[in-house]
């Protein structure tokens, strides 16, 4: 009787260390996932404003990071797999590039006019 009850109890600590250790990968396997997310975004977006300072603000009449954007989060949604995961990923990188452009804008059209009024 001794004996089922101890086996009974390693077999438990048993079953118990593995779901701390799937919950342990699983866990792992995400944050690496969303670090390559960030990673890719950010070099997008990094890249987007690159080619800006080197004058391509455009393609043809739309602005480069939201053409890029629009056509990558697109593509991610009629793309399969990883290949359309990248797509989207490159698409949020661009639009994040576009909107940090727009709110740049923004910004400076603000002090300009808070400069204006001060003078």
């Known amino acids: 009787m001794a004996d089922s009850a101890a086996v009974e109890r390693w077999k438990n600590k048993a079953m118990a260390e593995q779901r701390r250790n799937r919950t342990l990968r699983e866990v792992a396997g995400q944050t690496g996932e969303t670090f390559a997310m960030a990673a890719e975004s950010g070099i997008t977006a990094a890249t987007m404003g690159y080619m800006q300072g080197k004058g391509m603000k455009h393609l043809g009449p739309v602005p480069l990071d939201l053409g890029v954007g629009v056509a990558g989060l697109l593509?991610?949604?009629?793309?399969?797999?990883?290949?359309?995961?990248?797509?989207?990923?490159i698409g949020i990188g661009s639009f994040n590039a576009y909107l940090t452009s727009v709110g740049q804008g923004m910004g400076a059209a603000a002090k300009a006019k808070e400069d204006a009024a001060k003078k």
């Open 75 to 89: 593509a991610g949604v009629y793309l399969d797999g990883a290949l359309g995961t990248h797509a989207e990923r």
